[in-house]
């Protein structure tokens, strides 16, 4: 990963993806907490290049692994919301709302507070 990051930082982003593809390939056989780190690093990536299918790509991948995973939901209601499926959007959205809501994230408040910046309508009234 820090290859990739360092390939990314000198600007040659298609490298760093193709690095972290071959990485998730082969953690994809029996390292599934490597795949969600490694799909959420290239999503970033992909999201600085402004790919909106590599960012949707990758945050499937992620999925495959952990269907609730709030990051990898957060990050597909973004990506729906800026390709215009608002609908889907708020799916991910309130997928993630009730990801977090129900998890142990040691990050769990600060994310919650920043899904509801966004996704107010996702908290129950």
């Known amino acids: 990963m820090s290859t990739s990051t360092k390939l990314a930082q000198q600007g040659d982003n298609e490298e760093a993806l193709r690095l972290l593809d071959g990485a998730i390939a082969m953690a994809s056989a029996n390292e599934s907490q490597w795949v969600l780190t490694l799909s959420h690093h290239a999503a970033v990536i992909s999201n600085f290049l402004g790919n909106l ?27 729906a919301k800026e390709q215009g499926e608002l609908e889907l959007a708020k799916e991910y959205a309130s997928r993630c709302y009730k990801a977090l809501t129900k998890g142990d994230d040691f990050l769990k408040d600060a994310r919650l507070e920043t899904l509801l910046k966004k996704w107010p309508e996702v908290a129950p009234h």
């Open 53 to 79: 299918s590599k960012v949707k790509h990758y945050y499937e991948q992620s999925l495959a692994f952990n269907p609730e995973n709030p990051r990898a939901l957060s990050g597909l209601a973004d990506v």
